[in-house]
């Protein structure tokens, strides 16, 4: 693999690109760890894939978005069918948007990664590469996506396609910075944390249901003695549990497990979605100190690689 693109290409990468990379990376890692065994010492980093889009305009490429692919390493077999449909769909909703070429995640590119780099090569005659490194490493100070471009180079007398890498820069719109900048200025009104505010409630909830529980047991225990014949039975007190009881919700009821379930999901669905606009308002931030950093050292006549 060579060191660099010769193509004089100038990439423009925007943010979503990488959000949607790492939420795919996220979810796909997430559910290959629930269907392993607890018991498993090693596992393997999943690989996913994916495609870009954006424009080309003369020799300067602006990704834009992305969105997954469905592709098999150990057949190399690639769902045209599935890439086609996307495609469609994007087509309508961004008619100026074309596939510029695809994605993985690793740390560095394979061999196997031409196979279906060559497989795009239908749809855009020189696809794009990006590459995602999940690894965490804190020594490094650059974002963790490198850019290939495919280059026709004679190797022993035979001529192959390998992969170059290309420096490129993190473009935002004005409807990205504002959207993202809104959502990461967004406080609770009476100045605390929106962290601590859910605390406060989840442990008011906690110790509300801790109470019923305590109470619900002391009239179990109640009930039990009485049908024993440990106490003497009062027909009004039995009159008063009667009606409590009746208060209660049926959790055994079908409906009460599809409410719960229904609950639950839009939890969880909150959660991801708080955890999600974190990960944006910090990665807005980091592209903001990238640009100043650049544009600052630009400035100066230098030029730096952006990779």
Not at 138 to 153: G, M, N, R, Y
Not at 180 to 193: I, M, N, Q, T, Y
Not at 281 to 292: A, G, I, R
Request: proline residues 4%; neutral net charge.
């Amino acid at each position: 693999m060579a060191s660099s693109s010769s193509s004089g290409l100038t990439f423009k990468l925007h943010p979503l690109v990488i959000v949607n990379i790492s939420d795919h990376y996220t979810r796909v890692k997430s559910q290959t760890n629930a269907t392993q065994p607890n018991n498993a010492t090693h596992q393997q980093q999943p690989r996913v894939y994916g495609c870009v889009i954006g424009i080309q305009r003369g020799r300067t490429v602006e990704i834009f978005n992305s969105f997954e692919l469905l592709y098999d390493p150990s057949s190399h077999s690639l769902d045209r069918a599935f890439l086609e449909k996307k495609q469609e769909l994007y087509k309508k909703v961004f008619p100026h948007f074309y596939i510029l070429g695809w994605y993985s995640t690793g740390s560095d590119a394979q061999e196997s990664d031409m196979h279906i780099h060559k497989a795009l090569m239908d749809i855009n005659e020189s696809p794009v590469y990006v590459l995602l490194n999940p690894s965490i490493n804190h020594a490094q100070k650059d974002l963790p996506v490198t850019i290939f471009e495919s280059e026709l180079h004679v190797i022993d007398g035979i001529p192959q396609l390998i992969f170059v890498r290309s420096s490129y820069t993190i473009e935002t719109v004005e409807a990205e910075r504002i959207s993202v900048d809104h959502v990461a200025h967004l406080k609770p009104s009476d100045g605390g944390s929106a962290a601590t505010q859910l605390a406060a409630h989840l442990t008011g909830i906690h110790s509300a249901i801790k109470m019923l529980n305590s109470r619900i047991k002391v009239l179990h225990h109640y009930l039990l003695a009485m049908q024993k014949g440990d106490i003497p039975c009062e027909n009004s007190l039995l009159r008063q549990v009667s009606s409590l009881l009746r208060r209660l919700p049926a959790i055994e009821s079908e409906k009460f497990q599809d409410d719960f379930l229904m609950e639950y999901n839009d939890t969880l669905l909150i959660a991801y979605l708080a955890m999600f606009t974190n990960c944006a308002s910090t990665m807005n931030e980091l592209v903001d100190k990238f640009n100043t950093a650049y544009d600052r050292h630009s400035r100066r006549g230098g030029r730096t690689a952006f990779i």
